[in-house]
């Protein structure tokens, strides 16, 4: 197996996933349990994760000695290669070219860790997040790979097999990065393949019987390929043990309450019960413009809407939830340590203590795609598993600003016809997620000789593979001029159309 040590990044579960792609298994554990992981493991290697402390400030996290002491393979990533260097003797400076986004690697010597993609010589691009750096280098360790603004972008002691890269080789952004990995858990360290999602499965289902023994579930559907997911592999585990229940919020798109309940009663004949709560979200959220109260005033009601469901129902002993690996990390800071809340995530945000469920959450270690590769290892329709995310809070996380039934309505309408003009064109499956964004904004423009003064209309679509980073999509112009006009046309109440082209980071996802 493989330890994962993390210092707090926000991508640490990427690490997890490339090496479980990898067909090996491995645990995370926070810096702080680590040496007690390590010895209770007995890993065949380790990789030490990015954070977000700095090494040259008294009291930041540091790496079990008994690592570096065991004879072990060790990769250190980002601040793991930091906390590497100072521990072992080498000198971390903050850095004076703080470098975000897109790098450019230049490969100086063979090494087992590129063996069969770099060769010396050549260049590859990389992703990179860091203000400090690493300024002299432990003895036994050379330079192995340099960027522009990194001299020791990457480094290796290659007799104890110690690694450390400056760049994020586990997020999709660094293309050749799963190559990487793979290379130091199986050249390096000697792991075999002996891992699978239908492997994922059968423990999955395992632990779902396990948890939950005779009790009652009951499952909240959003509409979304991961509830979806999550409740049929619980359906699978338990029967009729679970029932589902759909929380309509009043804050979904044109026609999708309707097709969630369709698919669900009449398709899978899965008990489900179809709670119509617009009225209570919307009254509540009048007024609400912060984002993250209108997460929390989103979660709060689902969680009471639920509550009143289970009672109803004859008191269900468990809640499931879709709930996947980047909701986790992005809304809960470790317990003591470092990561930074960026948005709570209405499924696992404010889960009062006072309902008295336990959850299940099978989807909890998994990545958007590896959910889809479960659903489909489920038997799911290919068109419901290809479907873009949607997030828990709707579209009130679409509107910036105070939240009102005729937004709404802009919003709704808008929305479908920049998917229409998508899915004619043909690209709704090489888009990651696609989405209109209204906002609190007016412009004045001229329609038909006549001045108008109406609201701005964002257009939002993006590449990714796991939804932790992501790159604009990029469409023709010719495509953006027809939906905007198209819009603009269609849609009352909105004359501007603008198109979005951040990626994440530095953006995210969604506005809010
Ligand atoms: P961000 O905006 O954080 O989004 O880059 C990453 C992915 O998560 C989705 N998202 C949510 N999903 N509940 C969810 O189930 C939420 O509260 C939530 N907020 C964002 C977002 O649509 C994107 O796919």
Redesign the pocket.
């Known amino acids: 197996s493989v330890l994962i040590i993390d210092f707090g990044s926000q991508v640490t579960q990427l690490i997890a996933r490339r090496v479980r792609e990898g067909g090996v298994y491995s645990e995370i554990h926070p810096f702080q349990n680590a040496a007690e992981a390590f010895a209770k493991l007995k890993p065949k290697a380790v990789i030490l994760s990015g954070g977000p402390a700095s090494v040259t400030e008294g009291g930041s996290p540091r790496a079990p000695e008994a690592v570096f002491a065991a004879g072990v393979p060790v990769l250190g990533i980002c601040y793991g290669q930091q906390t590497m260097a100072e521990q072992l003797g080498g000198k971390v400076e903050a850095g004076h070219h703080r470098e975000f986004g897109r790098a450019f690697l230049s490969i100086d010597t063979p090494s087992p860790l590129f063996d069969g993609f770099w060769s010396p010589g050549t260049k590859h691009q990389v992703w990179m997040s860091h203000g400090d750096r690493v300024t002299r280098l432990p003895d036994g360790f050379a330079v192995i790979a340099t960027s522009e603004n990194a001299p020791y972008a990457a480094v290796a002691d290659e007799a104890r097999h110690f690694y450390a890269v400056q760049f994020h080789p586990e997020v999709v952004h660094t293309p050749d990065g799963a190559k990487l990995i793979s290379n130091f858990v199986h050249k390096i360290a000697g792991l075999k393949s002996d891992w699978t999602m239908a492997a994922y499965r059968r423990s999955m289902i395992d632990k779902v019987r396990a948890q939950v023994g005779n009790g009652r579930v009951i499952c909240g559907l ?1 509409g ?1 390929v ?1 509830s979806a997911v999550a409740a049929v592999l619980i359906h699978e585990a338990i029967g009729d043990q679970l029932t589902c229940v759909f929380v309509d919020h009043g804050l979904m798109r044109l026609g999708e309450a309707d097709e969630v309940v369709g698919l669900f009663r009449d398709h899978y004949n899965i008990p489900l019960v179809h709670v119509d709560a617009s009225e209570q979200f919307l009254t509540a959220l009048d007024g609400v413009s912060d984002p993250e109260t209108k ?1 929390k005033t989103i979660g709060k009601h689902f969680i009471d809407v639920f509550e009143a469901e289970a009672k109803k129902i004859g008191g269900a002993d468990f809640l499931a939830q879709g709930t996947l690996y ?2 986790v990390i ?1 809304s809960v800071s470790f317990t003591g340590g470092p990561s930074v809340t ?2 709570s ?3 696992v945000g404010g889960l009062p203590e006072r309902m008295h469920m336990k959850l299940v959450e099978p989807l909890r270690e998994l990545f958007k795609d590896e959910v889809r590769a479960l659903g489909r290892e489920l038997g799911l329709p290919e068109a419901f598993v290809g479907r873009h ?5 709707g579209l009130a ?1 679409r509107i910036p600003g105070e939240i009102t039934r005729e937004k709404l309505d802009i919003l709704r309408q808008a929305d479908a016809v920049y998917l229409d003009e998508i899915r004619k064109a043909g690209l709704y499956d090489a888009i990651w ?1 696609a989405f209109a964004v209204l906002l609190p904004v007016r412009t004045v423009g001229v329609m038909g000789d006549g001045r108008t003064y109406d609201h701005v209309l964002g257009l939002r679509a993006v590449t990714s593979v796991d ?1 932790m980073t ?1 790159d604009f999509f990029h469409f023709d112009m010719a495509f953006l001029g027809r939906v905007a006009t198209r819009i603009i046309n269609e849609v009352r109440g909105v004359n501007r159309v603008v198109y979005d082209v951040t990626s ?1 980071p530095p953006g ?3 506005w809010e």
């Open positions: 959003s979304g991961d997460r980047p909701d992005e960026i948005k995530h209405h499924n995310p949607f997030p828990g809070p996380i997620q939804g992501a994440k995210t996802i969604e």
